[in-house]
Nanobody
Framework: QVQLVESGGGLVQAGGSLRLSCAAS????????MGWFRQAPGKERELVAA????????DYADSVKGRFTISRDNAKNMVYLQMNSLKPEDTGVYYC?????????????????WGQGTQVTVSS
């Protein structure tokens, strides 16, 4: 059983930064792509950023390109999301998820393990 535990959320003013972390259990962490999703109140969950198992490829939602950076440390079983220039519309619960393969996907059906989520609130 894989466990994912997010941390690093909180309240920040617009223009500020936060760094989310996700700690994963399991010996084969580097085999799988990882994603960060978010769900804003009243909205569907959406992919924010994803990274391949090796860390060599990544992708971002258009709304966060140039502001967010996803990274991973396979030696530590960690994935990170650095969020800069935060906007009120970035507010939501952020989830770390493990993909079913080494390739990332924009669809949450392609992810089989999820963290409990961490709240990010950006005030204007």
């Amino acid at each position: 059983q894989v466990q994912l535990v997010e941390s690093g959320g909180g309240l920040v003013q617009a223009g500020g930064s936060l760094r989310l972390s996700c700690a994963a259990s399991g010996r084969t962490f580097g085999w799988y792509a990882m994603g960060w999703f978010r769900q804003a109140p009243g909205k569907e969950r959406e992919l924010v950023a994803a990274i391949s198992g090796s860390g060599g490829n990544s992708d971002y939602a258009d709304s966060v390109k140039g502001r967010f950076t996803i990274s991973r440390d396979n030696a530590k079983n960690m994935v990170y999301l650095q969020m800069n220039s935060l906007k009120p519309e970035d507010t939501g619960v952020y989830y770390c998820a493990r993909a079913k393969s080494g390739r990332f996907s924009a669809y949450d059906r392609d992810y089989d393990y999820w963290g409990q989520g961490t709240q990010v609130t950006v005030s204007s």
